[in-house]
Nanobody
Framework: QVHLEESGGGLVQPGGSLTLSCAGSGFYFPSYKLDWYRQAPGKARELVASITGGGDAEYSESVEGRFTISRDNAASAVYLQMNSIKIEDTGVYYC?????????WGQGTQVTVSA
């Protein structure tokens, strides 16, 4: 059974840093592209960053240069390093694995940015 579990969220001040983790199980981790999404209050869920099995990364314009996605295939984990955090980065952050025949999400981890 596929399982994705996010952790690392919390309360952070503007300008601060936070690292989110997503642990995957139930599938061969190195083979799959993984995404980080977020959902701000009252807004649609949006793609933040993606990383292929080989480590190629892509970012949304809103986080480019501030966030870094990485993965450790041996540990079956993907990370989101968040730097220079802004108030608008507040939201629930989700890990996602998607493909032609599946669409797996974690339960999310809350990030709140407040002074």
């Amino acid at each position: 059974q596929v399982h994705l579990e996010e952790s690392g969220g919390g309360l952070v001040q503007p300008g601060g840093s936070l690292t989110l983790s997503c642990a995957g199980s139930g599938f061969y981790f190195p083979s799959y592209k993984l995404d980080w999404y977020r959902q701000a209050p009252g807004k649609a869920r949006e793609l933040v960053a993606s990383i292929t099995g080989g480590g190629d990364a892509e970012y949304s314009e809103s986080v480019e240069g501030r966030f870094t996605i990485s993965r450790d295939n041996a540990a079956s984990a993907v990370y989101l390093q968040m730097n220079s955090i802004k108030i608008e980065d507040t939201g629930v952050y989700y890990c996602r694995r998607r493909g032609p025949r599946f669409d797996d999400w974690g339960q999310g981890t809350q990030v709140t940015v407040s002074a």
